[in-house]
């Protein structure tokens, strides 16, 4: 027998294992392409022929097919688009960790390079609808949605697990109720704001010192219960805080009706301007603030505005062991080179207040380290802009002024704030600005008609919010608005912030840093007409609202009648229905200009009809 397997033909031999190893490199392929599948590789490639660029892949999804009707005009129009697979019902397409794997992009994780935006390249973005997880509901209304949430809308639990003796979050049966705990406030926040306040003397133990503390920044906020509370005193919060361990924990601050935004401090600014907020937050935020020359406390410091607060909670702090009396030691140091002076500090918190002018600056040592930046730098200018470590000086104005000079809250919301004149705005266009958004959200609820309640939305987005005076006439509803302001436009959003409002800079021919299901409510005032001048796919932006916005949540489309008849042929492949049309002459608009309502329909995939029967 030995020497029968020993005539065989080498040759043939040689043949067969060939054979046997491209089967098994096949064998192989196919199961790391099925078992590997990303944020990257999902979307059906049908969808290529209308023109699609957004969210694209390689895959098919759940639905691998995606039915067409033909359209003399605009070729392709989409009967229906697939549903992307379950796992991915969370997805944040420019915050995805899958595709930086996927890219293999170098980034240096001690800079937290990996939690900040790394949006995929055309050819591999998504191009099918998010699904909701299984036995989704319709989110609690506010103000009850602050204490409670339901469960199987976020299903992850761990955190109550890891954070038990903090308080952050407890599972209750089919509900996840929020006491109000957070890492430096296990007692609840009402407790520590109320602390906070008699600290630094304001009036009646009241946060919002008699409304001159209007907009705050809590940095790593956890599940934002320190920005839910301080709602209570007529103060908004951006409570930031990256999708890193503590995964989704913005996803619970925005379904509690809190706001919230993704984002992270290592190597780029913030999407806000200079001089944006009263107080700044850090508690136990494991942010190592004195790191690259101290670029961190550089970055909160260009945000502050003159005479602004930084409230720190921590181990170094109030801790005794050498190390945290080293950290302290160092900080208190850099932040005295940086003129902010000790306001307070009692048990386990210290509060730093930002000088109000510029002459503490113009008094340092010759080479004082942190530098103050170069007078081209422009600190408002954010969008994807290196951090500066460098201390941003005042404007004139605002050193003549001794502070912002802006009027306390609610009088800020409506007064013309000194920095209009950096756009060349006159006080006379702000008031009427305020006048027309005033006529223009009066006629959009007169369209909306029977379908509103008082509790219909809580986070609404301004999609393109110039000077802010859509949100402006909300201020009466228990609403928040997420202001945008266009990357490639007027930087108008530091007058958004000196109004008392909050928002972001944002480019919409890219993903939005937030989780699918957030927004109550989208309004689109010549955002589609922007985004075809850009040369960027309106179906992309369509996809996107989708993502963003929540099931039976709607859209307010203030925009050209033409794209609004492109909009209508998509609406059956989006799960969307009109709810009303209107003519903008009504609003103050060119004649060619439409309002049209939309609403999100509740839609589930077949697993998760089954989970919630």
């Not at 080498?10 to 067969?16: E, G």
């Not at 989409?78 to 960790?97: A, G, M, N, T, Y």
């Not at 952050?168 to 430096?184: C, L, R, S």
């Not at 369209?447 to 301004?462: A, C, I, K, P, Y």
Request: charged share 25%; net charge neutral.
């Amino acid at each position: 027998m030995t020497r029968g397997r020993a005539d065989v033909n080498p040759k043939k031999r040689l043949i067969t294992w060939i054979i046997v190893l491209v089967f098994c490199c096949g064998c192989f392929y196919a199961y790391t392409r099925s078992r590997g599948s990303s944020a990257l590789e999902y979307g059906s490639k049908s969808l290529r022929k209308f023109g699609s660029s957004y969210w694209r892949g390689d895959e098919d999804t759940t639905d691998t097919s995606t039915k067409h009707e033909e359209d003399a005009d605009d070729g392709f129009i989409p009967k229906s688009f697939p549903v992307c697979d379950d796992r991915h019902s969370e997805i944040i397409p420019c915050l995805d960790r899958n595709l930086i794997y996927q890219t293999r992009l170098k980034l240096d994780l001690s800079v937290m390079e990996h939690y900040e935006r790394h949006c995929p390249l055309p050819e591999k973005r998504y191009n099918c609808l998010i699904p909701p997880p299984p036995g989704y509901k319709v989110p609690i209304k506010w103000p009850k949605s602050r204490d409670q949430i339901w469960k199987a809308n976020i299903p992850h639990t761990h955190l109550a697990t890891e954070k038990s003796d903090q308080n952050w979050m407890v599972v209750k049966g089919d509900k996840v109720v929020f006491p109000g705990g957070g890492t430096h406030f296990h007692y609840g926040a009402d407790k520590y704001l109320a602390s906070m306040a008699n600290m630094l003397n304001f009036p009646k133990n009241s946060m919002n010192n008699e409304g001159n503390v209007r907009t705050v920044f809590d940095a790593g906020c956890g599940v934002a219960s320190f920005g839910g509370y301080l709602l209570a005193y007529d103060i908004l919060t951006m409570s930031l805080a990256p999708n890193d361990v503590h995964e989704n924990q913005i996803q619970f601050a925005l379904e509690r009706g809190i706001p919230a935004y993704l984002g992270v401090l290592g190597t780029k600014r913030l999407p806000y301007p200079s001089r944006s907020f009263e107080l700044a937050h850090c508690s136990r935020c494991r942010i190592d603030w004195l790191q690259r020359n101290g670029i961190l406390l550089l970055e909160l410091d260009r945000i502050l505005r003159p005479g602004g607060y930084f409230a720190y909670s921590s181990p170094e702090a109030y801790a005794q062991d050498e190390e945290d009396l080293r950290i302290f030691r160092a900080m208190s140091a850099f932040v005295e080179r940086m003129c902010w002076k000790i306001a307070v500090k009692r048990d386990q918190t210290v509060i730093w207040v930002k000088p109000l002018t510029n002459d503490c600056y113009m008094q340092r040592e010759p080479g004082t380290q942190p530098p103050m930046c170069r007078s081209d730098d422009d600190p408002d200018l954010v969008w994807g802009v290196p951090m500066e470590a460098c201390i941003t000086p005042y404007s004139n104005q605002v050193h003549r002024s001794k502070g912002s000079a802006l009027a306390p809250w609610p009088a800020r919301l409506t007064t013309p704030p000194p920095r209009l004149a950096d756009l060349g705005y006159s006080d006379d266009m702000f008031i009427k600005d305020t006048e027309l958004w005033q006529r223009r959200v009066e006629h959009y609820w007169t369209v909306f008609g029977q379908n509103l309640e008082s509790d219909t939305f809580r986070n609404v987005m301004d999609m393109k919010a110039n000077l802010g005076s859509f949100a402006a006439a909300l201020t009466n509803k228990e609403v928040w608005v997420m202001n945008v302001v266009p990357e490639d436009g007027p930087n108008t959003l530091k007058i958004v912030y000196d109004r008392g409002l909050l928002g972001s800079v944002h480019n919409w021919c890219e993903s939005y840093s937030t989780y699918p299901r957030t927004y109550d409510l989208i309004h689109a005032w010549t955002v589609f007409s922007d985004i075809e001048r850009r040369g960027c796919s309106i179906v992309d932006l369509l996809l996107e609202m989708d993502r963003i916005l929540r099931p039976k949540g709607y859209i307010i489309y203030n925009d050209k009648r033409s794209i609004a008849e492109v909009i209508k042929k998509y609406l059956g492949a989006l799960h969307w229905e009109s709810v009303a049309i209107s003519d903008s002459q009504l609003v103050e608009q060119d004649e060619d200009d439409v309002v049209f309502i939309i609403q999100k329909k509740m839609w589930l995939t077949s697993e998760s009809l089954k989970d919630s029967e």
